[in-house]
Nanobody, 123 residues
Framework: QVQLVESGGGLVQAGDSLRLSCTAS????????MGWFRQAPGKEREFVSS????????GYVDSVKGRFTISRDNAKNAVYLQMNSLKPEDTAIYYC????????????????WGQGTQVTVSS
């Protein structure tokens, strides 16, 4: 099992930026597809973004396209979510997740989850 820890959340104003980080244990991280999810109060957990093992393929939910960018640094066992032009509706707990596959679109649910980091956007 891969252990995941998120960081970088905080309280910001609308229009500001944050970069979330997810650090992972294990050398096998470098061949795992990774993703970000979020859950707002009273809402279901929502997929936000994904990235393949080598960063060659990325995906985003429509509501964040053009504002958020996912990236990874396998040498540091880390995946990032750069969030620009933040909106109050982005307020949520953000979770990092790992699939034990090289591509996100392969079948199966994520196998490892972090504990989450809070992002709050005020207006």
């Amino acid at each position: 099992q891969v252990q995941l820890v998120e960081s970088g959340g905080g309280l910001v104003q609308a229009g500001d930026s944050l970069r979330l980080s997810c650090t992972a244990s294990g050398r096998a991280f470098s061949v795992y597809a990774m993703g970000w999810f979020r859950q707002a109060p009273g809402k279901e957990r929502e997929f936000v973004s994904s990235i393949s093992w080598d960063g060659g393929s990325t995906g985003y939910v429509d509501s964040v396209k053009g504002r958020f960018t996912i990236s990874r640094d396998n040498a540091k066992n880390a995946v990032y979510l750069q969030m620009n032009s933040l909106k109050p509706e982005d307020t949520a707990i953000y979770y990092c997740a790992a699939k034990y596959t090289m591509h996100w679109d392969s079948s199966g649910a994520p196998k490892s989850w972090g504990q989450g980091t809070q992002v709050t956007v005020s207006s």
